[in-house]
């Protein structure tokens, strides 16, 4: 079982809704969390960074949250554009490996006029 | 300019050839890192290098030998490629392998072995 899941695997939703995609754990103890957007045929970009003692953390129309207790995370989305059409990917880094990425399984969101 | 720059960025072989995929960044990072992205689009870890030395070697087969000749630079050479082998690879730096700072990744390369 991976380190890290996230659910949905993929998503359809229409242009200018909202939605959420979650993130849970198993890494501990933990370093940081991120997300990262991956577009089709690129790398992963950098969305958010949050520490451990940080609850939620906001980029533009993205903001992600985090609780350490119950070792999940979730970022949402606003008013979605089609440019938001990507995977986005929960990445842990634990305290005892701070030089490697984990990555979740991701989720592929497709947005829709 | 692009700060992580790979080459090829798509690399069609046969199986038992040798290939090099090479990596360049341009942010005067410490630590640079090799991540494998399979079918699933799941990217894990191979390797990692801070100032030329081999920091993390994940349980990647010898045939994968990653090369550093300077801080800018982390190539990665596969010897008998083999059909498994086929997957997105991505270099990535970060200021200094501490887990403290963001990473930046280049866009990938996508090797097919046929």
């Known amino acids: 079982k991976n380190q890290v899941e996230q659910s949905p695997q993929s998503l359809i939703i229409l242009e200018g809704k909202n939605c959420t995609l979650q993130?849970?754990?198993?890494?501990?103890?933990?370093?940081?969390l991120r997300w990262y957007k991956q577009d089709t045929g690129r790398g992963p970009v950098s969305l958010t960074i949050?520490?451990?003692?940080?609850n939620t953390k906001s980029n533009g129309r993205y903001t992600a949250t985090l609780d350490a207790d119950t070792k999940q995370s979730s970022l949402h989305i606003t008013a979605s554009q089609l440019s938001d059409s990507a995977s986005y990917i929960c990445?842990?880094?634990?305290?005892?490996?701070?030089?490697?990425?984990?990555f979740g399984t991701g989720t592929r969101l497709q947005v829709f006029p | 300019d692009t700060a992580v720059s790979q080459t090829p960025k798509y690399l069609v072989t046969q199986m038992g050839n040798d290939k090099s995929i090479k990596c360049e960044q341009n942010?005067?990072?410490?630590?640079m890192y090799w991540y494998k992205q399979d079918s699933k689009k799941f990217l894990k870890i191979m390797f990692s290098?801070?100032?030329?030395?081999?920091?993390i070697n994940e349980t990647v087969p010898n045939r994968f030998s990653p090369k550093s000749p300077d801080k800018a630079h982390l190539n990665l050479h596969i010897n008998s490629l083999e059909l498994g082998d086929s997957a997105v690879y991505f270099c990535?730096?970060?200021?200094?392998?501490?887990?403290?700072?963001?990473?930046?990744f280049g866009s990938g390369t996508r090797l097919t072995v046929v």
């Open positions: 990445v842990v880094i634990g305290s005892y490996n701070t030089d490697k990425l984990i």
């Open positions: 993130c849970n754990y198993t890494v501990s103890p933990f370093s940081n």
């Open positions: 949050m520490t451990f003692s940080e």
């Open positions: 942010l005067g990072h410490d630590t």
């Open positions: 290098y801070n100032n030329k030395e081999l920091i």
């Open positions: 990535a730096t970060t200021e200094s392998g501490d887990g403290n700072y963001g990473y930046t």
